[in-house]
Antibody, heavy 118, light 110 residues
Framework: EVQLVESGGGLVQPGGSLRLSCVAS????????MTWVRQAPGKGLEWVAN????????YYVDYVKDRFTISRDNAKNSLFLQMDSLSAGDTGVYYC???????????WGQGTLVTVSS | QSALTQPASVSGSRGRSITISCTGT?????????VSWYQQLPGKAPKLIIY???KRPSAVSIRFSGSKSGYTASLTISGLQAEDEADYYC??????????FGTGTTVTVL
């Protein structure tokens, strides 16, 4: 089955860190751009970051630059998001997503919830 | 990297057609034919329904169609059905090599 499964979400205090993981199965992971998208409670979708197939290109939305780092391990079919200096505004469901050329997303995970609160 | 502008809500009667607009800038919608649309049912992950402005994945109903003119892209749902009640988001590739989503539109079937 073609799928993406996220993990690593949870409750973290402001200023803390969290590392999200996403494991892909059912397709050739190394052939695709991979993306993180988040959705705050009751709000819309926000594109966060993406990474190309060989990790030579990584892009971030302005308000997470210098705080978040996207990475991947093609040997383990895995995508990661290291999140540092977290604030309440980072609370939301984080989706792992697949994109063949980086221009649209054709596969989404079920999401993992991150809650930043004291 | 401001969100693309969509109407907050659109409604229509069962069997009729509705259109959702998505307005951007020269750096995204106007500049690239890489607009996509997603349907999100309550409590679920989004689902791709249109890509590259007007292309439809094979498993998506032909009742969904997309178009673009200048700074505005549009999603049309024909023959509206109860199962179409959902949130809809547009997205565009940008000049910064990123993606930007729209503000989202809630569709209600009357």
């Amino acid at each position: 089955e073609v799928q993406l499964v996220e993990s690593g979400g949870g409750l973290v205090q402001p200023g803390g860190s969290l590392r999200l993981s996403c494991v892909a199965s059912g397709f050739t992971f190394s052939n695709y751009w991979m993306t993180w998208v988040r959705q705050a409670p009751g709000k819309g979708l926000e594109w966060v970051a993406n990474i190309n197939q060989d990790r030579s290109e990584r892009y971030y939305v302005d308000y997470v630059k210098d705080r978040f780092t996207i990475s991947r391990d093609n040997a383990k079919n895995s995508l990661f998001l290291q999140m540092d200096s977290l604030s309440a505004g980072d609370t939301g469901v984080y989706y792992c997503a697949r994109s063949e050329y980086g221009d649209y997303i054709d596969l989404w995970g079920q999401g993992t919830l991150v809650t930043v609160s004291s | 990297q401001s969100a693309l502008t969509q109407p907050a809500s659109v409604s229509g009667s069962r069997g009729r057609s509705i259109t959702i607009s998505c307005t951007g800038t020269i750096s995204d919608v106007r500049g690239y034919d890489y607009v996509s649309w997603y349907q999100q049912l309550p409590g679920k992950a989004p689902k791709l329904i249109i890509y590259d402005v007007n292309k439809r994945p094979s498993a998506v109903s032909i009742r969904f169609s997309g178009s673009k003119s200048g700074y505005t892209a549009s999603l049309t749902i024909s023959g509206l059905q109860a199962e179409d009640e959902a949130d809809y988001y547009c997205s565009s590739y940008t000049s910064s090599s990123t993606l930007v989503f729209g503000t989202g539109t809630t569709v209600t079937v009357l």
